[in-house]
């Protein structure tokens, strides 16, 4: 059983900084591609980063050059660095991994972003 596990939200005011975590067990963590989504209040659930097993990467233009995806395989962790954050990256923030071909969903985590 695959299990996603998100940590790290918050509330913070403009300006500030948060690390999302987000733990795999289950699975072969290394051999999986990570993405973190996000969803607002009244929205769809939107892309925002990916690194794969490789550790290609690439950011949503909305969180490029202030959010940072990274992973440690020896944790099965991926991270998700957010600094410079604005109100509208307020949202409850995902996890997702697509292992043999089935999607998984951490539980999410809420960001506020709010002065």
């Known amino acids: 059983q695959v299990q996603l596990v998100e940590s790290g939200g918050g509330f913070v005011q403009p300006g500030g900084s948060l690390r999302l975590s987000c733990t795999a067990s289950?699975?072969?963590?290394?051999?999986?591609?990570m993405r973190w989504y996000r969803q607002a209040p009244g929205k769809q659930r939107d892309w925002v980063a990916t690194?794969?097993?490789?550790?290609?990467?690439a950011y949503a233009d909305s969180v490029k050059d202030r959010f940072t995806i990274s992973r440690d395989n020896a944790k099965n962790t991926v991270y998700l660095q957010m600094n410079s954050l604005k109100p509208e990256d307020t949202a409850v923030y995902y996890c997702?991994?697509?292992?043999?071909?089935?999607?998984?969903w951490g539980q999410g985590t809420q960001v506020t972003v709010s002065s």
């Open positions: 997702y991994a697509r292992i043999h071909n089935t999607p998984y």
């Open positions: 289950g699975s072969s963590f290394s051999d999986n591609t």
């Open positions: 690194i794969s097993s490789f550790g290609n990467i």
